[in-house]
């Protein structure tokens, strides 16, 4: 088992920032890669980025644009979504996720593992 507990969002106004964080714990050693996904009220849920624990290669969904960037923390089990610019449309819970032997990591049915979610909320 892994256990994941986002935390870090809130309300922003657009423009703003926000820092996301998920701690993993557990079983992390099975964890190959981390994702991040969101889902707003009445959509589906969309990934917005992932990295890999080893290497830190990183991997973004396209409406990002520059905006976020996803980090990890090896030493401290962590995961973070640095999140700039931050926009209306931007509003959703964000959850984040273990994989184990996914590469499609815009896959959410790759991801053995999830949060609770955060919720972000941008305001205009």
């Known amino acids: 088992q892994v256990q994941l507990v986002e935390s870090g969002g809130g309300l922003v106004q657009a423009g703003g920032s926000l820092k996301l964080s998920c701690a993993a714990s557990?079983?992390?050693?099975?964890?190959?890669?981390m994702g991040w996904f969101r889902q707003a009220p009445g959509k589906e849920r969309e990934f917005v980025a992932a990295?890999?624990?080893?290497?830190?290669?990183?991997y973004y969904q396209d409406f990002v644009k520059g905006r976020f960037t996803i980090s990890r923390d090896n030493a401290k089990n962590t995961v973070y979504l640095q999140m700039n610019s931050l926009q209306p449309e931007d509003t959703a819970v964000y959850y984040c996720?273990?994989?184990?032997?996914?590469?499609?990591?815009?896959?959410?049915?790759?991801?053995?593992?999830w949060g609770q979610g955060t919720q972000v909320t941008v305001s205009s």
């Open positions: 996720a273990s994989c184990t032997y996914c590469t499609r990591f815009y896959r959410a049915n790759e991801y053995t593992y």
């Open positions: 990295i890999r624990w080893s290497g830190g290669s990183t």
């Open positions: 557990g079983r992390t050693f099975s964890s190959s890669a």
